[in-house]
């Protein structure tokens, strides 16, 4: 069946440009991550959804970083005013239940480049 | 807070030989612990966790873990390692009690198989 889709699967901004990454979940998850890994590190965690509610966002790095998932289904993680150190694979995941032992799927990533 | 350590950031095996990729972890409550497998250009597939029971889990290709609570350690191995094996490898762990699968991920392990 169909995995997780992030797109673009590359983009690349210029420094104080704002973009816009999409993330489609596997149909019916409940449960919606967002990860940054920058290069040479583990995906750390940015925000989390229990269907349209942000429940933690805790992990966003600054205030220009800015998810939403108005329907419940597909995500969008919004970086305003992107700078070098915002370069990085962002990834979405999934997950069917809300308890922690629930097994997350991962999509491929996005590979932000800023310039 | 939890706290991943993989000490080894590349482990180069010569192809059929025994590898072990090292986790160490620390956390104040109780947790669930992952091994995550990230092939090039690609998203992160779960390998194995451990969730309760069995201290020892199988992966369907041939990987086990041990949990080890004394030592805080969750090490991946494997008998004999294939060229196709070759990938990055990410230990992980989530709180028991958390609402759901928020990983914290250590920085990972290379593994490179070659002949």
Redesign the interface.
């Known amino acids: 069946g169909a995995g997780v889709s992030q797109s673009p699967r590359y983009k690349v901004a210029k420094r104080g440009q704002d973009v816009a990454l999409r993330c489609d979940p596997i149909s019916g998850h409940v449960s919606l991550f967002w990860y940054q890994q920058a290069l040479g590190q583990g995906p750390e965690f940015l925000t989390y959804f229990q269907n349209e509610a942000q429940l933690d966002k805790s992990g966003l790095p600054s205030d220009r970083f800015f998810a939403e998932r108005p329907e419940g289904s597909v995500s969008t993680l919004k970086i305003q005013r992107t700078q070098q150190e915002d370069s990085a694979v962002y990834l979405c995941a999934s997950s069917p239940g809300r308890r922690s032992n629930s097994p997350l799927h991962f999509g491929n990533g996005t590979r932000l480049t800023v310039t | 807070a939890q706290s991943?350590t993989q000490l080894d950031?590349q482990v180069p095996v010569f192809e059929e030989a025994p590898v072990e990729l090292r986790c160490n972890y620390s956390s104040s409550v109780s947790v669930?612990l992952f091994w995550?497998v990230q092939y090039p250009?690609?998203?992160?597939?779960?390998l194995l966790?451990y969730?309760s029971g069995s201290t020892l889990v199988e992966s369907i290709n041939g990987f086990e873990a041990e949990f080890n609570k004394s030592q805080t350690s969750f090490h991946l191995r494997k008998p004999s390692v294939h060229i196709s094996d070759t990938a990055e490898y990410?230990c992980?762990v989530?709180?028991?009690?958390?609402?759901?699968?928020?990983?914290?991920?250590?920085?990972?392990t290379r593994l490179q198989v070659t002949l």
């Open positions: 991943v950031s669930y995550y250009n690609q998203g992160l597939q779960l966790k969730l990410f992980a989530t709180p028991l009690t958390g609402t759901a699968s928020k990983l914290t991920f250590g920085t990972g």
